[in-house]
C-alpha cells in the first residue's frame, strides 16, 4: 500500500487548504475497512493527531482542529481529504496521512503546510 499525500503549500493565516491522501493499490474492500488519520508535526514537537475518520464513519478530531478542519473521504477514488479553513500559523507543520487497518499500520510521506502571518 502507498499511501499519497498532496495539496500542502504556502498560504496565508485565514486562508484554507485541501489535503488529500489517495491509497494506491489498496483493494476497495479494504479501504472501507480502514481507519484514516491526519496528522502533523512541527519542528521540535511530537507528531499529533489533527483528524482521524474512523471505518465505522465515525470522525474524531485534535483539539487544534475542531471547528476549523474537515475529514472526509471518497471510498470510489480511495482517497481521504482534509480541508483546512481559517488556517493559523501554529498550524504549521508537516502533514501525515495514516491507513490503519487489520493487521497494518501505514504512513505516508508528509506534505509540508506553511501558514505565514
Known amino acids: 500500500v502507498q499511501l499519497q499525500a498532496s495539496g500542502g503549500g504556502l498560504v496565508q493565516a485565514g486562508g484554507s487548504l485541501r489535503l488529500s491522501c489517495k491509497a494506491s493499490?489498496?483493494?476497495?474492500?479494504?479501504?472501507?475497512?480502514?481507519?484514516f488519520g491526519w496528522y502533523r508535526q512541527a519542528p521540535g514537537k511530537q507528531r499529533e493527531l489533527v483528524a482521524e475518520?474512523?471505518?465505522?464513519?465515525?470522525?474524531n478530531y485534535g483539539d487544534s482542529a475542531k471547528g476549523r478542519f474537515t475529514i472526509s473521504r471518497d471510498n470510489a477514488r480511495k482517497t481521504v481529504y482534509l480541508q483546512m479553513k481559517d488556517l493559523k500559523t501554529e498550524d504549521t507543520a508537516v502533514y501525515y496521512c495514516?491507513?490503519?487497518?487489520?493487521?497494518?499500520?501505514?504512513w505516508g510521506e508528509g506534505t509540508q503546510v506553511t501558514v505565514s502571518s
Open positions: 475518520s474512523t471505518s465505522d464513519g465515525s470522525s
Open positions: 493499490r489498496m483493494i476497495l474492500s479494504t479501504f472501507w475497512s480502514t481507519s
Open positions: 495514516n491507513a490503519r487497518g487489520r493487521g497494518f499500520d501505514y
